[in-house]
């Protein structure tokens, strides 16, 4: 086969549009972080990505994550691995000792468990709320009404360091208002980081603040199953 990209091609040719897109939109380099997601990618694949430098890493299921990454992380120790799936709370163990960042945090039994196995293990990591920004019936994330609120428990009640927002936009719709949306709840509640934006539609979200793009399809290709 001829001419078939590596993933260091890849992740090149990606880096250089968004740093395009970070350009056009007036914006500080180094405001706007790209993360791999690697779910359905083996270690392999995974290996080659760490190997041409790459070290923030997205995974939507803990279990698979489990299997993949304790060893990648030994050897490749500054890595940067966060959850971007649904997390049940049967699996708040070991996501809390697995990953730096759950991005995922939408309903309040878990940040009951969440805080309760921080506390125990002391793991210094760290959370960001979904939000159901298009408020799909079959979607996860707490409803924009209730974010403010939903945040006030979450540090006052609990004191959980809840960093930044994350928004998965409904399929088939213009990503842009979801993403506007996302970005004045995160200013209302004073928080910095805005998880937005996928191979589809990053430049969007970077013109719209995002300061992590959540890049699958654009680096490693069409995934067989998501
Ligand atoms: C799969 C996934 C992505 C990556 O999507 P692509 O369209 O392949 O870039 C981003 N965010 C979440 C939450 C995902 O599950």
Known sequence: MPNVPTILQRLTAVREDVARAVKRAGRDPASVRLM???????????????????????????QEAQKKWPDLRLRYPDTELHLIGPLQTNKV??????????????????????????RSSGRAIRLMVEVNTGAEPQKAGVLPSEADEFLRVCGETYGLPITGLMCIPPAG???????ALLWQIARRNG???????MSGDY????????????????????????
């Not at 163990?93 to 939408?106: C, G, M, P, R, Y």
């Open 36 to 62: 791999c997601v690697s779910k359905t990618q083996s270690a392999e694949i995974i290996e080659e990505t760490l190997a041409a430098g790459h070290r923030l890493f997205g995974e939507n299921r803990v």
């Open 93 to 118: 163990k070991d996501a809390v000792a697995l990953f730096d960042v759950i991005q995922t945090v939408d309903r309040m039994r878990l940040v009951e468990a969440l805080a309760r196995e921080i």
């Open 173 to 179: 719709e213009q990503a842009s208002p979801h993403f």
């Open 191 to 197: 928080l910095s980081e805005l998880s937005m934006g």
């Open 203 to 226: 430049e969007q979200a970077i013109q719209l603040g995002a300061t992590c793009i959540r890049l699958g399809t654009a680096i490693f290709g069409a995934r067989i199953s998501v």
